[in-house]
Nanobody
Framework: QVQLVESGGGSVQSGESLRLSCAGS????????MGWFRQAPRKQRELVAR???????IYADSVKGRFTISRDNAKNTLYLQMNSLKPEDTAVYYC????????WGQGTQVTVSW
């Protein structure tokens, strides 16, 4: 059974950085396009970044140039480096296969204040 566990969230001020991690079991990240998603209060979940099996990365316009997605295949872990955080980045962040095909984890809360 696939299990995704996100961590690394927290409360920061605008302009600061956070690094999120996602550990997976029952799934091999390396063979899939993996993504980071987020859901803000009263909004739909959205894809913010994805990384293909070959390592190509694609970002939502709202995070381009500030966020970096990466993957450690040996550790079967997905990362999201978030720099220059803004209040509008406040959300619960999740990882999953691109398309959200696996059961969702509990997510990790990111709160950015002015």
């Amino acid at each position: 059974q696939v299990q995704l566990v996100e961590s690394g969230g927290g409360s920061v001020q605008s302009g600061e950085s956070l690094r999120l991690s996602c550990a997976g079991s029952g799934i091999t990240f390396a063979i899939y396009t993996m993504g980071w998603f987020r859901q803000a209060p009263r909004k739909q979940r959205e894809l913010v970044a994805r990384i293909t099996s070959s390592g190509n990365t694609i970002y939502a316009d709202s995070v381009k140039g500030r966020f970096t997605i990466s993957r450690d295949n040996a550790k079967n872990t997905l990362y999201l480096q978030m720099n220059s955080l803004k209040p509008e980045d406040t959300a619960v962040y999740y990882c999953n296969r691109y398309g959200g095909w696996e059961p969702w984890g509990q997510g990790t809360q990111v709160t950015v204040s002015w």
